[in-house]
């Protein structure tokens, strides 16, 4: 996407980002896959008048110097990371500094640790995570997530030691409304956790290989539950998700 009639600009070119981060009117950068971009780069860009988005996935040479350098952007709204291994807990401390951080991911990022995914987990507005193939971080990582207690929307997605036992930290989030889980080790036991969650809407299960019978009963349960994707789930029959619609004759089932 260019610069005419937007504020978002994606660019592979490390000469075009030099000419693009001279512009003050941008507000989201989209630099997912430029493994040339390097600390000094970014930091050229975070000195402007609004920067809301900003998009470092597969940025392989990002080191904590570029978090840190982010202390200034007090309306970044949405930070994306991964693939950086320089990223450690040192440089997430520094995000306790950016108020207005209301959506943080983290794509294949080998170096979180549950120790760096608390700071995360402490700031303020945080309302989604996203946690893709953090395969480092296993189950008791998200023992940390209920510290944060606006949650609404959680996705972790192709994560290792991701199992039942950690539902039981999930089930705190009292304000969580969608849940992804794709391609997670659950069976389906740990659903029970979330059975009091009055505002979870969503559920996605895909790929969830060995969700079973046990699951049927806590997602009866869910009071607010409106749709759960249970694609490619070969052990979850269709009888299981009928008797799960008959709970609530407005819930969507997708199999």
């Known amino acids: 996407m260019g610069l005419l009639g937007s504020r978002t600009y994606r660019t592979d070119s490390r000469p075009g980002f030099a000419a693009l981060a001279r512009s003050k009117t941008l507000e989201n950068f989209g630099l997912m896959g430029c ?12 000195d402007r008048p609004r920067l809301i988005g900003l998009d470092l996935r597969l940025c392989g040479q990002i080191t904590d110097a570029t978090l840190t350098s982010l202390a200034g ?83 972790i997605l192709n994560c290792d030691g991701m199992d039942d036992a950690a539902l039981a930290a999930l089930g705190k989030l009292a304000q969580l409304e969608t849940l992804n889980l794709t391609n997670t080790a659950l069976t389906g036991s740990g659903l029970a956790h979330l059975a009091t969650l009055s505002h979870l809407r969503r559920l996605n299960l895909t790929d969830c290989k060995q969700l079973a019978e046990q699951a049927v009963e806590p997602m009866g349960k869910m009071p607010a539950l409106l749709e759960v994707d249970v694609t490619r789930t070969e052990a979850f029959t269709p009888a299981h998700a009928q008797f799960v619609r008959n709970q609530n004759l407005q819930r969507r089932v997708i199999e």
Do not use: Y
């Not at 493994?35 to 975070?46: C, E, F, H, M």
């Not at 952007?73 to 951080?101: D, F, I, Y």
């Open 73 to 155: 952007s007090t309306e970044l709204a949405e930070l994306r990371l991964g693939g950086s291994a320089g990223v450690t807990e040192a440089g997430l401390v520094a995000l306790k500094e950016l108020p207005a951080l209301e959506h943080v991911e983290f794509f294949i990022q080998k170096s979180l640790l549950p120790a760096g995914l608390k700071h995360v987990a402490s700031l303020p507005k945080l309302r989604r995570l996203t946690l893709v193939g953090c395969n480092n971080l296993g189950g008791a990582g998200v023992e940390v997530l209920p510290s944060a207690a606006g949650l609404q929307h959680v996705t």
């Open 35 to 46: 493994p040339r971009l390097t600390d000094a780069d970014v930091s050229a860009i975070v």
